[in-house]
């Protein structure tokens, strides 16, 4: 019971003044309970820490050699004098002498040899778009509320019950939603679904190919990731299709996948790039938001009215050498963390009818528990691969002692607070998905972040809403918009969603990044 008490947190909230009844002309005021993210970092799993040091260590092997073999050498030279040192090496006579040297150097090269043919490849990408609706799309919280109630799809209670979602949720007054949400015609067809597809996805795309002087049939890889809408010719043909891209394209439509697709598609574009050298990849982040319209009553579908907006982003990445100086990033890991197996993970959000027969998506009560659950799952793992060396000491310690002498319920031990580990250290910039104002304040509150850290996702939610797979682009476009971004630089992208999944992306900045000439945000 005092567990599930500390997950709830009590807002007071004022009602303004009673209109009618026995208190009418008095202020009202109401308490508001909600759940918020446990503190995740108190409970971690040792094996998912164990997993981020194994992936630390694939090459391990022949990082270990080279030391080895260059202590041997040293301390077979630092026995000798200068003259003795000489006199091996223009001696005739020490033939034994020289050949040992020379199994050395043979030893040593095939080590390095091994090493740099058996790394991954370098992937860089070059630049990147986010999609900016025309403003005739554009609606205020007031207007979004307005729309809803002309096109009558809509009861007062689910009209008040939006109205409420949307004061809340951290969204402003300068959102997009397609034109097809705002007639009282049924939004959800696939006419309009591709309608709002082609405006998104070309608009990204084409801003990507004039920004970087790269033709649509350079490209050798194409990854589309949409969650909801998925039409038959896929959109990855329909890419291809406008384009005029070249036949031997590989291509692939990721569909179903949430707002985390986005770095699950850039995982594929890696492993696709690493397979086929000197090659071009492009990732193609979108969602539909008028095919995924709601016009029903059942609350828990509703919210997802509230907070998805038009979106899209393009992202344009390389594996060849030559492009590392043009390069702006490279990608350094990508941490990926399922918790499908859970049946209440996997239904937390959920696609199917209601009792009307209208089709939306259904947010569980339990999101935020569950999205923290995978959030800890993820960045236990993500730690080892970032963490300075002394933060992980710390870190391991603390888990070590948990696990060693916390089993009685009396210790002091297992009931004092565990070291959590300063992310801040790792990375230079966050761009953390922007679902929610609700998400990303327990987000805050978890990780210790600043306000500095958090501005360039609650500035996407508040300028563009949650734009799903494609939100954590255009945080990291306000970054560049801003002229934040330095050499050398480390960027976090976090982003999770249904299934439930958690991923991340850490990239690392090869310049300095001045302000671009295009940008959503300028």
Not at 129 to 158: M, T, W, Y
Not at 262 to 272: E, H, P, V
């Amino acid at each position: 019971m005092a567990a599930e008490q500390e997950l709830l947190s009590t807002e007071i909230v004022n009602r303004g003044i009673e209109s009618s009844g026995p208190d009418a002309g008095s202020m009202t005021f109401s308490v508001r309970v909600r759940r918020r993210l446990p503190d995740f970092l108190k409970s971690v799993q040792l094996k998912y820490v164990r997993l981020g040091y194994h992936y630390l260590i694939n090459h391990g092997i022949y990082l270990a050699t080279i030391p080895v073999l260059v202590l041997v050498f040293g301390a077979e030279i630092g026995s000798l004098t200068r003259e003795e040192m000489w006199s091996k090496i223009w001696n005739i006579t020490a033939l034994y002498d020289l050949a040992t040297i020379l199994a050395f150097f043979g030893v040593f090269v095939f080590t390095l040899s091994v090493y740099f043919m058996s790394r991954p490849r370098s992937i860089y990408l070059l630049d990147f778009a986010c999609f900016k609706p025309q403003d005739d799309l554009k609606v205020s919280k007031h207007q979004f509320i307005e729309l809803a109630r002309n096109s009558g799809k809509f009861d007062e209670a689910s009209i008040e019950f939006q109205k409420k979602i949307l004061h809340s949720s951290g969204i402003g007054d300068e959102t997009y939603v397609p034109k097809a949400i705002m007639s009282s015609e049924n939004c959800a067809t696939m006419k309009e679904g591709r309608a709002e597809a082609s405006t998104v996805i070309f608009g990204a795309l084409d801003e990507l190919f004039e920004k970087t002087g790269i033709r649509p049939k350079d490209v050798g890889i194409l990854v589309v990731n949409c969650s909801i809408f998925n039409p038959t010719p896929s959109l990855s043909a329909m890419v291809i299709n406008h384009y005029k891209m070249r036949g031997n394209i590989l291509s692939f439509n990721l569909g179903g996948m949430g707002c985390s697709a986005g770095i699950i598609a850039l995982d594929l574009a890696r492993d696709m790039l690493q397979a086929n050298p000197n090659n071009y990849a492009v990732v193609v982040s979108t969602e539909m938001v008028g095919y995924n319209w709601y016009p029903g009553k059942d609350r828990s579908m509703l919210i997802p009215n509230c907070f998805f907006r038009m979106g899209s982003s393009a992202v344009l990445l390389s594996n060849r050498r030559r492009d590392f100086t043009r390069a702006k990033y490279r990608l350094e890991h990508i941490v990926r963390t399922h918790k499908g197996a859970d049946d209440r993970s996997f239904r937390s959000v959920y696609q199917e009818e209601d009792e009307q027969r209208y089709k939306g998506l259904r947010i569980s009560r339990d999101i935020v528990e569950i999205g923290a659950e995978a959030i800890k799952t993820n960045i236990t793992t993500l730690g080892p691969l970032v963490l300075p060396v002394s933060e992980q000491l710390l870190f391991f310690a603390t888990l070590v002692r948990k696990y060693l002498f916390g089993g009685g319920s009396g210790n002091k031990i297992q009931s004092s607070k565990p070291y959590i580990p300063d992310y801040k250290l790792a990375f230079e910039h966050f761009c953390m998905h922007a679902a929610s104002k609700t998400v990303l304040d327990e987000l805050q509150r978890n990780l210790e972040l600043s306000e500095k850290n958090m501005e360039p996702s609650r500035m996407t939610l508040y300028r563009f809403g949650n734009t799903s797979s494609s939100s954590i682009w255009y945080e990291l476009a306000y970054l560049e918009a801003n002229e934040r971004v330095r050499r050398g630089d480390r960027i976090w992208q976090l982003a999770y969603g249904s299934g439930f999944k958690c991923n991340s992306a850490v990239w690392k900045s090869m310049r300095r990044i001045r302000k671009p000439s295009r940008n959503p945000w300028l």
